[in-house]
């Protein structure tokens, strides 16, 4: 079984910084593409950043120039760097991969989500 366990949520002050870390578990042959989404309460949930096995980021436009994505292969995990952090950034942060299993079939999976609160 496939698993995306998330650390490093927690509440900081607008302004300041966190680094959210997701490792990838269970049988993962390779990791194609992982990110991060976020969700606010009534909200949709939306794409904060992603990265492929390649190193190709992409970022939302409200994150630009803030928040830095990562990840280490080996170790099957991605990283988010969030810095100058704005009370609007208030959300349930989320985990993705899509990824190849070791039976050779394609899956996307979600981590159970971390909450990030950022006070004024």
């Known amino acids: 079984q496939v698993q995306l366990v998330e650390s490093g949520g927690g509440l900081v002050q607008a302004g300041g910084s966190l680094r959210l870390s997701c490792a990838g578990s269970g049988s993962i042959f390779s990791i194609v593409t992982m990110g991060w989404y976020r969700q606010a309460p009534g909200k949709q949930r939306e794409l904060v950043a992603t990265?492929?096995?390649?190193?190709?980021?992409n970022y939302a436009d409200s994150v630009k120039g803030r928040f830095a994505i990562s990840r280490d292969n080996a170790k099957k995990m991605v990283y988010l760097q969030m810095n100058s952090l704005k009370p609007e950034d208030t959300a349930v942060y989320y985990c993705?991969?899509?990824?190849?299993?070791?039976?050779?079939?394609?899956?996307?999976?979600w981590g159970q989500g971390t909450q990030v609160t950022v006070s004024s």
């Open positions: 993705n991969a899509d990824l190849l299993r070791s039976s050779g079939r394609y899956g996307t999976y």
């Open positions: 990265v492929t096995s390649g190193g190709s980021t």
